[in-house]
Nanobody, 132 residues
Framework: QVQLVESGGGSVQAGGSLRLSCATS????????MGWFRQAPGKEREGVAG???????YYANSVKGRFTISKDNAKNTLYLQMNNLKPEDTAMYYC??????????????????????????WGQGTQVTVSS
């Protein structure tokens, strides 16, 4: 079955960097739409960044210019490089995947967001804490 395992979270000071990884297995990795979401206590889950099988990317406005999503198809691994971290980036970060790229990208085009309801497969999350 599809498995997603995140790693790389931790505690950093504002202005610092972290790189999250998501190791995947159980499916044709390269053909899925992959995304990173985050959820802070008391808030809804937010789509942070996404990448299509052809490398097309999406970023939430709150992270544009600071976060970079990438993937290594040979290693079946998704990454999220996070630079210039801010306290408001503090959250649990989740990796997600879905084969319905057409659905995910349709939502992005129509609503301008990466929507969690469009993803069927999720990792367990990794905590990122940014102190001021």
């Amino acid at each position: 079955q599809v498995q997603l395992v995140e790693s790389g979270g931790g505690s950093v000071q504002a202005g610092g960097s972290l790189r999250l990884s998501c190791a995947t297995s159980g499916y044709t990795y390269s053909s899925y739409y992959m995304g990173w979401f985050r959820q802070a206590p008391g808030k809804e889950r937010e789509g942070v960044a996404g990448i299509d099988d052809d490398g097309s990317t999406y970023y939430a406005n709150s992270v544009k210019g600071r976060f970079t999503i990438s993937k290594d198809n040979a290693k079946n691994t998704l990454y999220l490089q996070m630079n210039n971290l801010k306290p408001e980036d503090t959250a649990m970060y989740y990796c997600a995947a879905d084969p319905r790229s057409w659905l995910v990208m349709g939502t992005i085009q129509a609503l301008g967001v990466l929507r969690s309801a469009d993803f069927n497969y999720w990792g367990q999350g990794t905590q990122v804490t940014v102190s001021s």
